[in-house]
């Protein structure tokens, strides 16, 4: 349960639409997958302000990754869907969490492939103005991450990040008991994530990905070769090439493994099975979209 373009602009584009999605039910996944390229383009515009000529090939570029996802990485979330709910039915160890949690990231790079393949004409297209446009815009989401995540004192930040990680646990389990919620709340003060840290790592991010998108635009580069850059951003986004921060993003991804698994092996049995009816609910709804008709 980590916090928190072209190439990464639409990837980030489509997950943030798909973890909000998670988080609001079931039935919100069918209907917001479908409008998934109409979201992501409105996003995605809000942030980059297409011109008209620009529009129909970002909205062709989403279309062609929608498509491409729906037929070839739904069935594989399926798969996975199914692996947690046979985990999620009795208890779990931290390697076994771990597991799953790598072949997420398996999948997240294999959209990635697909998105920097879609995104690398309409980043080459991007002019000045618009990477202008897109660093003001940071620059306001960025004044509201910090009232969210640095205003308080150390205890008043605690419980901002208690109360959110309880909703996403809660959207599982059903209601926690007071030696969950306080065992939530250990690990969060455990936690090696500070608010200073991921202002820094988000920042961090920011500029690569703008810094990437100015070269491509200015050294007229192939469709390869935009590919190519984009790819790389995406990966230091997930190894950061500086190893203090390579580092925290590792015990980061290790503590929420061991966090899941402390916590789901004190969940009781109708917790679990809770659970396990929320896991097959969204197995369903993939298999669903993987059969409705385009």
């Known amino acids: 349960m980590a916090h928190p373009h072209r190439g990464q602009h639409m990837t980030r584009a489509w997950l943030t639409v798909l973890a909000l999605l998670l988080l609001q039910g079931c039935s919100a996944i069918k209907l917001g997958y479908q409008q998934l390229p109409t979201l992501s383009y409105w996003w995605l515009d809000s942030t980059v302000s297409f011109s008209s000529a620009q529009t129909p090939s970002a909205k062709q570029a989403l279309e062609n990754l929608y498509q491409w996802h ?15 709910q046979v985990l999620s039915a009795g208890p779990i160890q931290t390697e076994q969490v771990c597991r ?46 910090e009232k969210e995540w640095l205003l308080g004192s150390a205890s008043e930040r605690l419980e901002r990040r208690l109360d959110k990680t309880l909703e996403r ?12 919620v306080t065992l939530v709340k250990t690990q969060l003060a455990q936690s090696p ?27 007229k580069l192939s469709p390869t070769e935009a ?41 009781t049995p109708e917790q679990r099975q809770q659970a396990t009816r929320r896991l ?6 993939v298999k669903d979209l993987v059969k409705a008709k385009p």
């Open 227 to 267: 590919e190519a850059q984009l790819w790389g951003v995406w990966q230091r986004w997930m190894k950061p090439p500086e190893a203090g921060q390579r580092a925290v993003m590792q015990s980061l991804s290790q503590r929420a493994c061991e966090n899941l698994a402390q916590l789901h092996n004190t969940a």
């Open 70 to 84: 729906r037929s070839e990485e739904l069935p594989a979330y399926a798969e996975l869907l199914q692996r947690a």
């Open 169 to 180: 646990y809660r959207s599982f389990y059903g209601e926690l008991t007071p030696a969950q």
């Open 193 to 219: 994530w500070t608010a200073e840290w991921g202002r820094q790592d988000r920042q961090r991010r920011q500029q690569d990905l703008l810094s990437t998108l100015q070269g491509i635009s200015q050294k």
């Open 280 to 285: 097959r609910a969204y197995e369903k709804d």
């Open 100 to 145: 799953v949690w790598a072949d997420v990231q398996t999948r997240l790079d294999t959209v990635m492939r697909e998105a920097v393949v879609q995104a690398a004409p309409v980043a080459m297209a991007l002019g000045p103005r618009q990477l202008s446009h897109m660093a003001r815009r940071w620059e306001s989401q960025n004044e509201d991450w």
